[in-house]
């Protein structure tokens, strides 16, 4: 409070002596100027006729102003005619004498009269004032005056200015010190409080109000903000109690659907084609993939072979993945061999009863889930195609690919009650060398850590550079391939794969 204080009073009080000096100044110019023009006055017929001593007489009234230390009349030629000064006679004639150095050294000039002037100059003031008789500038007047009163002045205005700013940092003080206690005091006090709250954490403390002003009102506030607190506290204490409970309850309930999806797995697993059941097969080499994005996978593929010597073959994939779709290729993969166990061989006949099956299913279930079928029916390397997938890759023997469209060959499975005006089939033969590829289109939809995709062109290439290996060797070049492209980026979805070649 007292810098302050004294800062504030000082730009006040400087500033205010400044301006006073000033205009004290430009005072002292304005009278030395009149006085100036009314000796000019008095003395233009005197100069005009050449009466010095009549000059002399009116120069003598400046004896009124004690400031006034010359005083000079010029001709208009620069000539002295007149002067005064409050000296003595020896001091008279040095200042005769400076006259007559102003007048040498062009102050003012021989040739002619100066302009009008004022100004300070060696702690006095100085103006020079024509003397005009009937229009014409015949002479002028000179006065010089000391600073003595501008001094006096400037020592009184300083005095003044030094007693009101000491004075007024002595009351800054003293209230600074009356008011130290009643301000300081009550903010140390709350300050203490606060500081054993943050160490203790105990939210039951309050701090005395002690003054209705806006300390007081900052000392409720705090109470009011500790009582505040102090509740959410219980309630935060009471919450993460029942939080515990309820994470118990779901760790319990997380280790139940944990079985419960471990169990599903291991049934999709378990119905499956086994290695033992593809080598049975003598005349197809088949080696099949399949990785679930999640512990459930909804993709499905299955290779049954009929006593009569019919190879079925499927591939799936229901929207979605997690324990529905899980669920739902289940009852897929149960329903096709069912189907197949009563004879019904035909691709479009098995899939328009298949779809029949999985609708009611799905409606009884209440899931909004389908899935892409292809069915394959193959003999003696005739091969019936039927159904709605991924492309289907037919590649001949020398490594050539020829890429088949499924979309008019079906729909979606599940989705309609009835889709046999959607079914149809197409028939291709495979000599021995040749085989096809079968997918689902978590191998073609992944992506690397640059967002960009494997596609069916960088499927179809790795296919047919080693076509020429077994199914088995096929898909491990594939695999790899394809986790080299995904690089450790997430797997988004199912991942099937079926490699089928025609022994030679």
Not at 384 to 403: M, T
Not at 482 to 489: A, C, E, F, V
Request: aromatic share 8%; net charge negative.
């Amino acid at each position: 409070m007292s810098l302050i204080s004294g800062i504030v009073l000082t730009l006040a009080s400087t500033t205010i002596l400044i301006n006073d000096v000033l205009r004290f100044r430009q005072n002292m110019v304005s009278e030395l100027n009149s006085l100036a023009s009314l000796v000019a006055l008095s003395n233009d017929a005197g100069i005009f006729f050449g009466i010095s001593d009549t000059a002399y007489d009116n120069l003598k009234v400046l004896t009124a102003n004690p400031n006034i230390v010359e005083a000079i009349l010029f001709t208009e030629d620069g000539n002295l005619f007149a002067n005064y000064s409050p000296l003595s006679n020896d001091q008279q004639e040095i200042s005769i004498t400076l006259a007559q150095y102003y007048f040498a050294t062009d102050i003012p000039p021989k040739n002619g009269l100066i302009q009008e002037n004022s100004f300070f100059r060696d702690n006095h003031l100085e103006t020079f004032k024509f003397v005009v008789f009937e229009g014409e500038k015949i002479g002028m007047v000179y006065l010089r005056s000391d600073l003595k009163a501008f001094y006096d002045h400037l020592w009184r205005a300083g005095l003044l200015f030094l007693v009101v700013l000491v004075a007024s940092m002595l009351i800054a003080v003293i209230l600074a010190t009356a008011l130290q206690r009643l301000l300081t005091e009550p903010v140390y006090k709350l300050l203490q409080t606060m500081l054993e709250v943050a160490r203790t954490n105990d939210y039951s403390k309050r701090e005395l109000k002690q003054h209705d002003d806006e300390l007081g009102q900052l000392c409720t506030g705090f109470n009011s903000m500790l009582t505040y607190i102090e509740r959410r506290d219980k309630e935060l204490e009471y919450a993460n109690t029942e939080i515990n409970k309820l994470n118990e309850y779901l760790k319990s309930d997380n280790l139940r659907m944990s079985a419960e999806l471990d169990i599903t797995r291991r049934l999709q697993q378990m119905v499956l084609p086994s290695a033992a059941e593809l080598e049975k097969i003598k005349e197809l080499d088949i080696a099949a993939y399949m990785k679930p994005a999640d512990e459930v996978g909804g993709d499905y593929y299955d290779v049954l072979c009929h006593p009569s010597g019919r190879i079925h073959i499927g591939i799936g994939d229901v929207t979605g993945h997690g324990l529905e779709s899980g669920v739902l290729m289940l009852m897929v993969q149960t329903a096709i061999r069912t189907l197949l166990e009563n004879n019904i061989s035909n691709p479009e006949e098995f899939l328009e009863i298949l779809n029949r099956a999985i609708f009611q299913n799905v409606q009884r279930m209440n899931i909004d889930k389908n899935l892409t079928m292809t069915m394959l029916d193959y003999h003696n390397g005739k091969l019936r195609i039927s159904g709605q997938h991924e492309y289907f890759l037919i590649f001949r023997k020398d490594g050539s690919c020829e890429r088949i469209d499924t979309c008019e060959l079906g729909f979606m499975v599940g989705l309609l009650p009835d889709i046999n005006k959607f079914l149809d089939g197409k028939n291709f033969y495979l000599e021995n060398g040749d085989g096809f590829v079968l997918y689902t289109d978590g191998i073609t939809e992944a992506f690397d850590q640059n967002d960009e995709m494997y596609d069916l062109e960088r499927l179809e290439k790795v296919i047919s550079e080693n076509w020429q290996k077994s199914a088995k060797e096929i898909q491990h070049e594939v695999i790899n391939n394809l986790n080299t492209h995904i690089n450790g980026s997430k797997i988004n979805d199912d991942i099937t794969l079926l490699v089928v070649k025609r022994r030679e």
